[in-house]
């Protein structure tokens, strides 16, 4: 019997140069790699809550990296390494991938601290009830958090990823495939330096956010 839900984190691995750089452009390389490693923690840790046992951390370049043997270390989660390709080709085939195996799937990043595990267990809800799909949009355009029952390729094909589209070229693909999705309220994500004021304000980062910001004024 399949699995009736897996919760999908793609993670990259947290080198200095190579995650969060229009955040490094201010506060740094290592500075923007410590608050991403923050984030995925806080990710993982959200994921776990809202579906103990059921979740996968998808790896960039590939599991192999330490960071994520630290992050699954006492726990019951599974490494996999992300396909090549842009955006839109990993994660399709991480959803093909994963329908085959269980009844429906939700699939996060890590750079959105403000999705919880309540709006993990209400997207679950929502496929559980039926949707074809379920979506959390972010307040520059994009999505933070999609939700499946079944794949189809569509919806990731030519996706100006990356700009304030997504979210629109997203409905529209789902209206063109006749989907039946809902929409989780707006969110917002991790990707200026000013995103750090409200960073601060979740519980657990008021702390990461003073270790960066202390040689730059955040406006």
């Not at 794949?151 to 100006?160: P, V, Y």
């Not at 910001?213 to 406006?219: E, I």
């Given at each position: ?109 890590t750079d959105v ?97 003073d270790s960066v ?7």
């Open positions: 019997m399949p699995d009736a839900l897996r919760i999908l984190v793609f993670a990259k691995a947290p080198e200095p140069g190579q995650v969060k750089t229009r955040l490094a452009r201010t506060i740094g390389d290592v500075a923007a790699a410590f608050v991403y490693r923050a984030m995925t923690r806080h990710c993982i840790d959200n994921a776990e809550a809202a579906i103990p046992g059921g979740v996968e951390i998808w790896c960039s370049p590939n599991h192999r990296h330490p960071f994520f043997t630290e992050c699954v270390a006492g726990r019951y989660m599974v490494l996999r390494d992300q396909a090549s390709g842009d955006l839109g080709t990993r994660m399709s085939q991480a959803f093909q991938y994963t329908l085959r195996r269980s009844a429906s799937a939700l699939l996060l990043g601290p403000s999705i919880d595990a309540d709006d993990l267990r209400v997207a679950a809800v929502v496929l559980a009830a039926g949707k074809d799909a379920v979506i959390c949009p972010t307040e520059d355009g994009g999505y933070g958090l999609i939700g499946l029952r079944r794949h189809d390729e569509r919806i990731f094909r030519d996706i100006a990823w990356g700009t304030n589209q997504v979210m629109a070229q997203t409905r529209a693909r789902f209206s063109a495939l006749s989907w039946d999705w809902q929409e989780l309220p707006q969110r917002w994500d991790v990707d200026e330096p000013q995103d750090l004021l409200r960073l601060a304000d979740l519980p657990g980062f008021a702390a990461v956010v910001t202390g040689s730059f004024a955040v406006r």
